[in-house]
């Protein structure tokens, strides 16, 4: 009878972000005191579950929403560039309200191919990353559980594509809060459910930037 191994995928907390920029990759991003709290809020929720390996993407943000969960299971944290955010050539421009940052005309030289995108690193790349950073932690915490801490657009590519649906995408559409959880179940090696949950999900916040 083959094992079941459940994967977690959780977005990071709430960032300090005072000038609402669009942070992608760069340095320096650190949780807010509600992200702090939210990625506590999470470890205190999955406390008692079977969590035998925690990885997280090597971003300052996705790192400290690790920390709770890695002194709630007494777990190290190995970080790995699999789970890092979506590449962006618009990282560090000003996000405005909801899609402001496309009315920009600056920027409409990126917006050639919404289906690629063309601003950034290609769906298929992104999901293809994901899965395999899937397969080592299913193969690491087989038969128990493992949390990979990572970003919205990473997380919810590879949903999308576990699923059957379509790469591109309206970013105000998806299903992926912060400090959500994806949950991937597998017996064996075959995908047998994908969950969601926002165990902070009653924590107010202010507004997400889309990608983060």
């Known amino acids: 009878m083959a094992e079941t191994t459940v994967v977690h995928l959780l977005r990071h907390g709430?960032?300090?972000?005072?000038?609402?920029?669009?942070?992608?990759?760069?340095?320096?991003?650190?949780?807010?005191?509600t992200g702090r709290l939210m990625a506590q809020t999470v470890a205190k929720a999955i406390t008692g579950r079977d969590v035998v390996a925690l990885y997280s993407s090597p971003l300052e943000r996705a790192l400290e929403t690790a920390a709770p969960l890695a002194e709630t299971f007494g777990l190290d944290v190995v970080t790995d560039e699999r789970l890092i955010e979506a590449r962006n050539q618009l990282q560090g421009r000003p996000v405005g309200q909801g899609l402001a940052i496309l009315?920009?005309?600056?920027?409409?030289?990126?917006?050639?191919?919404?289906?690629?995108?063309?601003w950034g690193e290609p769906y298929p790349e992104i999901v293809r990353r994901m899965r395999l950073m899937i397969d080592d932690a299913r193969a690491a915490a087989r038969g128990h559980e493992a949390v990979l801490v990572s970003h919205q657009l990473p997380i919810w590519a590879i949903r999308m594509a576990a699923e059957g649906r379509r790469l591109w995408h309206?970013?105000?559409?998806?299903?992926?809060a912060l400090a959500s959880l994806t949950t991937f179940s597998f017996d064996g090696d075959r995908l047998i459910s994908i969950g969601y949950s926002e165990p902070a999900g009653s924590i107010d916040h202010g507004p997400s930037v889309p990608g983060a």
């Open 14 to 33: 709430e960032v300090h972000n005072p000038s609402g920029v669009l942070y992608g990759r760069l340095p320096g991003y650190h949780l807010s005191e």
């Open 170 to 176: 309206d970013p105000r559409r998806r299903q992926c």
């Open 103 to 118: 009315r920009d005309w600056r920027n409409y030289r990126y917006f050639w191919n919404p289906m690629r995108p063309s």
